[in-house]
């Protein structure tokens, strides 16, 4: 049955057409430890690349088509559960929903709205399936705005309600900046990136301490481990160090509002929201040891922020553009793999990223060109 839906809806869009109205800046800074892949920028600045091979495709040819296939309340996640063609999708306002076939009502399968606060970086922001598909996770800010990521056993119709346990628990000292997205990695691990923790400058530096969970890219076990109710890879890169929580696995993250796994590979793409001047894509290549050091908030992308210094060992963002022209701040993105693309006609290895920003509704595409291998 589907509750009703006071407020705003919008409609689910598979696709999103391409539009150029966001300014690009691509930089030339590189990164420390190793050369990242390499895309272009927005469709308007990027087809004309020098760089751009003669039999591909310009991304500005791009075009996506349109179609709804639902009417949901603030839809801001999507997972799929292994075997399972239904799509599982996350509302905002506190409810996951699951779409079985096309042209079929949405079937509500979890509704925790009243236990979730409503503010516009707050409620149920995200939730992925572990690998076997027996539990769902999902990652939801409470009444006081902290953040909880709770799992639920799956079962054939919807999730068993009674499974409910919380896996993480992290105090949120401002409303804002709380990341929210979950995902499995190709290692098995579970994902977690936390803003932080909100206000803005990061006043209490919780982007640079490894002491807080706040401002990081965490990565746990996600299963019950010696009576605490997750465990701790044994090769996380601050097990073991004095003063460092070891689920840290990245660092100096601003608000990691959304991030993917490259399914090809399994390369770490991250979506970092900026303050008041760069919005940034960071990656993190397969085989890293972990422990990268993504700048917030010595740095704002490239730009000194807090004392930021060539002499810091930060990774600087595969891309940056400016945000000044209308708050159109990084949404996140996926790299296509798939087929049904003209403008995926370049070799498999190339991979299409496709990015999204808020306030401006635009989305576009990049090409990564070039990869580093090499680990930090
Ligand atoms: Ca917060
Ligand atoms: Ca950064």
């Known amino acids: 049955m589907v509750p009703s839906r006071a ?18 800046a691509a930089t030339d800074d590189a990164p420390v430890g190793g050369s990242p892949p390499e895309i272009t920028g927005p469709t308007s600045e990027s087809s004309s690349s020098p760089s751009q ?8 040819d791009a075009r996506i088509d349109l179609q709804q296939v639902a009417v949901l309340e603030q839809p801001v996640a999507l997972a799929v559960r292994p075997d399972d063609q239904a799509l599982y999708f996350a509302e905002k306002v506190g409810r996951v929903v699951v779409l079985r076939e096309d042209g079929a009502e949405p079937d509500v399968i979890l509704d925790i709205n009243g236990e979730v606060s409503q503010g516009s970086e707050q409620g149920l922001l995200g939730l992925a399936f572990s690998p076997d598909g027996d539990f769902l996770y999902i990652n939801y800010t409470d009444v006081q705005g902290h953040t909880h990521v709770t799992k639920f056993r799956t ?30 990695g190709p290692d098995g691990y579970l994902y977690v990136g936390l803003g932080d923790g909100g206000s803005g400058g ?64 399994g390369d770490l793409w991250i979506g970092d929201v900026g303050q008041s001047e760069r919005e940034e894509i960071d990656v993190e290549l397969a085989g890293s040891a972990g422990g990268l050091n ?35 701040s990084v949404t996140g993105g996926y790299v296509y793999r798939g087929s049904r693309s003209r403008i995926s006609r370049a070799p498999t290895s190339s991979g299409t990223s496709a990015k999204a920003a808020w306030r401006r509704s635009c989305c576009w595409t990049g090409r990564r060109r070039s990869c580093d291998r090499s680990p930090r």
């Open 155 to 184: 079962q054939s119709d919807g999730l068993d309600l009674g499974s409910r346990r919380d896996v993480l628990f992290v105090p949120q000292p401002f409303s804002n900046h709380n990341g929210g997205n979950l995902a499995f």
């Open 294 to 328: 993504f700048g917030w908030n010595l740095f704002e992308g490239t730009l000194s922020y807090e004392g930021g210094s060539e002499d810091d060992q930060t990774v600087s963002p595969v891309y940056e553009y400016p945000n000044r022209s209308g708050g159109c």
């Open 53 to 60: 091979p003669q039999d591909r495709p310009g991304l500005a």
């Open 202 to 265: 990061d006043p209490d530096g919780n982007g640079q301490s490894l002491q807080t969970l706040l401002g990081k890219m965490l990565r746990i076990s996600p299963r019950p481990s010696d009576g605490d109710p997750y465990g701790i890879p044994p090769d996380n890169p601050f097990v073991g160090q004095d003063g460092a929580r070891a689920e840290i696995w990245a660092y100096g993250l601003r608000n990691p509002w959304r991030y993917s796994f490259d399914r090809e590979n």
């Open 7 to 24: 407020g705003t809806k919008v409609l689910l869009l598979v696709l999103v057409s391409l539009a150029a109205s966001c300014t690009s």
